[in-house]
């Protein structure tokens, strides 16, 4: 088993920046990949940056040139630097550690933590 614990949610007003954290514990050897998901309300779950083992990273299209994805494999930590915020960018960010498909039916999940941009 692995086990994801998140930090850095919070409130920001929009063109702010917060920066997520994900340490990740346990079985970490079997992890490859790792990224950040998000879900607000109503609406489903997407990826939102993803990053593996070798430092390879895609990024949503609704992030690129606005978030940054990063990883510490002495540390077991993955990053999600925020820049720019919008209202649109506010969910619940979730992070995803997998050694197969991230998101998949056998990777881990964190807790969740709260992203809120807003006036």
């Known amino acids: 088993q692995v086990q994801l614990v998140e930090s850095g949610g919070g409130l920001v007003q929009p063109g702010g920046s917060l920066r997520l954290s994900c340490a990740a514990s346990g079985r970490i050897f079997s992890i490859d990949a790792m990224g950040w998901y998000r879900q607000a309300p109503g609406k489903q779950r997407e990826l939102v940056a993803a990053?593996?083992?070798?430092?390879?990273?895609n990024y949503a299209d609704s992030v690129k040139g606005r978030f940054t994805i990063s990883r510490d494999n002495a540390k077991n930590t993955v990053y999600l630097q925020m820049n720019s915020l919008k209202p649109e960018d506010t969910a619940v960010y979730y992070c995803?550690?997998?050694?197969?498909?991230?998101?998949?039916?056998?990777?881990?999940w964190g807790q969740g933590t709260q992203v809120t941009v807003s006036s």
């Open positions: 995803n550690a997998a050694n197969g498909v991230l998101g998949g039916s056998d990777s881990y």
């Open positions: 990053i593996t083992s070798g430092g390879s990273t």
